[in-house]
């Protein structure tokens, strides 16, 4: 080969290194996912060009750590799959983006595009399957097009209503090659060509109505979500709640922006507040089941609603008395400015703020005195306490809680506590079963100073078990508490008449093996296992668990008979 040839040859680059080149390029530094045929090289250069890519077991894992991260770090999770079932696999992380509004990218391999329609290797309509699920989809055709088809779907995911993207790239594309030099040209294009994100800002005279509306009531309630965490308004809330003294509800996963302990939080009171409630700003949270859709019974017939949405379709669905379109934090604080200058506030002694703050105190003091009951075998109340306690101790940063199951998330809701914000994932908006895992890999991958821990029912924990092998690999600091009443709700909950017919013999539907040794499955891999069933050895497993700092399963077991069937959720199932 002539010498000429040779530098020719060298300096080609393939479409794996275009696109591992384009992500790194636009300032994606993580990729999580599961690889193989087409898209193992591709990964390969992602890592060598600083991309740290956490290899999963499972794609439907992977995808809820992405789509997580989308929400940690404000900027797009990337989850890698591969064709096929890869891609099909990865749907449930796009689908949970999409609920969430957390900006997340999917990106697949797929079939050679000269072999479509013929039955190739995991041959899909890729592009077809994910459109449900996504808000923009994107294939590269060609080598050339790559950089321009990941700034789009980098850019659409983050623009607007934040949510899920997918990008699409055949095997044979990424096998074509190009000239260092012409790829330099489309990198640099792609890049200039990247629209700078439009935040639309509510008019003036809406503030102000907004503003009046909060001066004027008798019972004002300030609602916060997760769309507040993820703009990161909690100073503009804080300055809000402490210059007005109006109290305040956060959604689940909006606790922590401000304190749950905080004197005009009225979690505690949940009932009464929206109940009574005349005048609800509701910031960067929907309406929707979680809220009870902003309708009676729950809600006054006659409340008024100011919404705070990113979206003005979310608006336009729920016809608030206000519905102000923009970034959460910015709107804040264009009230906080209106505010400023002829400021208001209820004062502790106003009759609303002494009855929230009366009935908080009530039922506070009736959960501890529950709490303070140690139950054996444990109740979901004594070990609960125990980890508030543990949780607590850590002190800041504090540690990121995942919390997933039925009577496991419900009760933990209303015990564990949220002093900073982004330190609760779980269900969330769409109920979703099976993200315990995948979450705490991206949480502990987002947040390194911070320890995470993960409060699991036993089948929760079983969606995603394997992946604490991964936990065990990158050694991540993720102690997995499993609450193990021997199935869903509590194993078997059947009446008599329940139990018939040829199969009656069977496990009931609801039944896990009772006693299952889930410690041992993380020591299979190398990590630590703990089973306890009392206070004292569970407060001996957190202590040294929380000290170590390592991948850690702490095997509870639970009086099956301590929950109730579908959490709070009874009436629909």
């Not at 002494?354 to 506070?364: G, H, L, P, T, W």
């Amino acid at each position: 080969m002539a010498e000429s040839d040779l530098t020719t040859t060298k300096s080609l680059i393939d479409g794996n290194i275009l696109a591992a080149k384009s992500l790194a390029r636009f300032g994606v530094d993580h990729m999580f996912g599961v690889v193989g045929i087409p898209v193992t090289s591709f990964a390969n250069r992602a890592v060598t060009l600083g991309i740290r890519f956490i290899a999963f077991h499972n794609e439907q894992s992977a995808g809820y750590a992405a789509s997580s991260f989308g929400y940690l770090t404000g900027r797009p999770g990337v989850l890698l799959t591969v064709s096929g079932p890869g891609c099909v696999h990865g749907l449930p992380g796009l689908a949970n983006s999409m609920a969430n509004v957390w900006p997340m990218i999917m990106i697949s391999g797929s079939c050679d595009q000269s072999d479509i329609g013929r039955g190739d290797f995991q041959e899909l309509d890729q592009i077809e399957a994910v459109k449900p699920f996504s808000k923009f989809s994107a294939k590269a055709k060609h080598i050339s097009e790559i950089p321009n088809v990941v700034a789009q779907v980098l850019h659409h995911a983050i623009s607007g209503r934040p949510g899920g993207c997918y990008l699409d790239l055949p095997s044979d594309v990424l096998r074509q090659t190009i000239s260092s030099s012409e790829a330099e040209t489309l990198l640099a294009a792609a890049e200039s060509s990247i629209k700078r994100v439009e935040i639309p800002v509510p008019p003036v005279s809406d503030i102000e109505k907004t503003v009046s509306l909060l001066r004027n009531a008798k019972r004002p309630l300030i609602v916060f979500g997760k769309g507040a965490a993820f703009s990161r308004a909690e100073d503009e809330l804080k300055r809000l709640v402490e210059t007005t003294g109006i109290p305040f509800l956060p959604t689940p996963m909006g606790k922590g922006l401000l304190p749950d302990t905080h004197e005009l939080a009225s979690t505690a009171a949940r009932s009464l507040a929206i109940g009574k409630c005349d005048v609800a700003l509701v910031v960067g949270a929907r309406l929707n089941w979680l809220l009870h859709f902003g309708e009676p019974p729950k809600w006054s017939k006659d409340v008024k609603f100011v919404l705070v949405d990113i979206s003005n379709e979310e608006i336009e669905l729920r016809k608030p008395s206000v519905g102000l379109v923009g970034d959460a934090k910015q709107v804040l604080k264009l009230i906080n400015s209106v505010i400023k200058d002829d400021p208001f506030c209820l004062g502790r002694s106003h009759p609303w703020v002494q009855e929230v703050a009366k009935k908080v105190k009530d039922n506070v003091v009736r959960m501890e005195a529950q709490l303070g009951k140690v139950v054996v075998p444990f109740n979901f109340y004594t070990p609960l306490r125990i980890i508030r306690d543990a949780i607590l101790k850590v002190g800041s940063p504090a540690p990121i809680l995942v919390s997933e199951g039925a009577n496991t998330m419900d009760v933990g809701r209303a015990v564990l506590i949220q002093t900073e914000p982004r330190t609760r994932l779980d269900a969330g908006t769409w109920g979703t079963m099976g993200v315990g895992l995948g979450y705490c890999i991206a949480a502990a991958v987002a947040s390194p100073d911070r320890l995470v821990v993960a409060v699991e029912g036993d089948s929760g924990f079983g969606f995603s078990a394997i992946e604490v092998e991964t936990l065990v690999r990158y050694q991540l600091p993720v102690v997995v508490i499993v609450f193990n009443n021997g199935g869903v709700y509590g194993g078997d909950r059947r009446s008599p008449e329940e139990i018939d017919g040829p199969h009656k013999d069977d496990p009931a539907p609801t039944s896990l093996i009772t006693d299952a040794a889930y410690h041992k499955v993380i020591e299979a891999f190398g990590g630590k296992g703990y089973l306890v069933a009392t206070p004292e050895e569970l407060k001996s497993a957190l202590s040294e668990s929380f000290s170590a700092r390592k991948p850690a399963v702490i095997n509870v077991t639970i009086d099956p008979y301590a929950g109730s069937e579908s959490g709070r959720l009874q009436h629909k199932n």
